[in-house]
């Protein structure tokens, strides 16, 4: 059961404070804040997402830069109360359309009217967007999305050769168009985030996919939705071949899924046949589909490090990126980041001629190289020289006391399972029904590591 919940914004300001059973004394987010914002047991840069401070357990996730906090004094799971905080967001996101604080503050009585109706006493209800329209009777206040910060290629979404910004995914499920018309819409996100480990010499160690495909659903009436995936489309592994035979080949260009799991809406009756999924589609935005894929795969990206000792108080590192996907894609918002030894002193940066959209910076406090790229063309190579002074004699072998690089990166309109939405086909009312369909591919770095 659920002592508390509340939002916090990236500064500590409580926005969202709701407290179900009395049993939190009431300064809990000053005391969850501070413990967050000061983590330092263990040398933890961030805080876990669960733990205990004076007998009550505190769960966090953040979604968007802002916090969202259960307390209890019970033994709850862990997964449990995360899950829900996540669909807490979820649900808000929903009826406001954008999640932000500003939208936060302007509909604080609405949030409160579905958090009343979400948890009573304590105890979960529901956190289907669908069941609630019947429940709540506050018209959201819409934030204009045109002050939203641009999100860049990442947001675009495709239909053919038609591109639509994502600020379009940003509007509320009960709330109209002006004018009081509503825009026959549907959106398909296929989300992969990649986990990889190269070895010192280049080599990959661990590869795994998390990938999600998520749906946004602006359809009057629920109308039936046909999904098809990739016809090559397999499930489970042994020996490198198809563990359940679902029509798929397990050779080369198969996409092959260790596994998944679908949403409760999802009628699988022609799935072995042809890769069809169908369903009804409920109001809010929902994965359709889980997968999880740890055949190897292309990785995106390849890194290349060299460090060399220039005397006993210097060294200097290369670090060198290539973009192993198409030249016709760009990745955004890449950020490299290496540890350097404790005793380092001072960085001083060397780019490549002409680099444009750049920038480096040596974070003393913990010790970081950080190189920053806004975006990078497939197919390119990019080269960073940072030259170490030491406070003192390096004792041992430098490369043991620096790295891993890990990268972050956002790539649109790839994915390097080829799993493709081959056709999204909606039942149709009529002749003239004919809603827009949007599909975005956007691949992730969740864990992009070389050792040195």
Known sequence: MISQFFVLSQRGDSIVFRDYRGDVPKGSAEIFFRKVKFWKEDGGEEAPPVFNVDGVNYFHVKVVGLLFVATSRTNLSPSLVLELLQRIARVIKDYLGVLNEDSLRKNFVLVYELLDEVIDFGYVQTTSTEILKSYIFNEPIMVDAGRLPPLGPAAMFMQGTKRMPGTAITKSVVANEPGGRKREEIFVDIIEKISITFSSSGYILTSEIDGTIQMKSYLTGN????????????????????????????????????????????????????????????????????????????????????????????????????????????????????????????????????????????????????WSLKKVLGGSDHTLRAKLTFSQESHGNITKEAGPVSMTFTIPMYNPSRLQVKYLQIAKKSKAYNPYRWVRYVTQANSYVARI
């Open 223 to 370: 109308p039936e939705i046909r999904l098809a995936l990739n016809e090559d489309l397999s499930i489970g592994r042994a020996g490198g071949r198809s563990v359940y035979d679902y029509g798929g080949s397990a050779g080369s260009g198969a996409v092959i899924l260790d596994d998944c799991n679908f949403h409760e809406s999802v009628h699988l009756d022609s799935f072995d046949v042809d890769r069809t999924l169908t369903l009804v589609p409920p109001d809010g935005e929902f994965p359709v589909m889980n997968y999880r894929i740890t055949q190897e795969f292309k990785p995106p990206f390849r890194i290349n490090t060299l460090i060399e000792e220039a005397g006993s108080l210097k060294a200097e590192v290369i670090l060198k990126i290539r973009a192993e996907f198409p030249s016709d894609i760009t990745a955004n918002t890449i950020l490299v980041q290496m540890p350097l030894p404790t005793y380092t002193s001072r960085v001083s940066f060397e780019l490549e001629p002409g680099a444009v959209g750049q920038t480096t910076d040596f974070k003393e406090s913990n010790k970081r190289l950080e």
